[in-house]
């Protein structure tokens, strides 16, 4: 086996953009997340849905083919 060829691990403190902060290892000395089990729609059950009504009927008044 190789000596030396592994990368240091370190003890972080991981934040979310939520605010949430958590323990874990990691060979980055920082770790800054978007999502987390605290705020992630998978997580939580509270699903986001976005109005894609107003944009679907825009697309076919614009690209509506009539057909022969």
Not at 14 to 41: D, M, W, Y
Not at 47 to 64: C, H, P, S
Request: hydrophobic share 30%.
């Amino acid at each position: 086996m190789k000596q030396n060829i592994h990368p240091e691990v370190f003890n972080v403190e991981a934040s979310c953009a939520c605010g949430n902060r958590f323990q874990t290892e990691s060979t980055a000395t920082r770790i800054h997340v978007t999502l987390c089990s605290k705020c992630h729609p998978f997580f939580t059950g509270q699903q986001k849905f976005v109005d894609t009504a107003g944009r679907i009927e825009k697309f076919e008044k614009k690209y509506n083919k009539k057909s022969a």
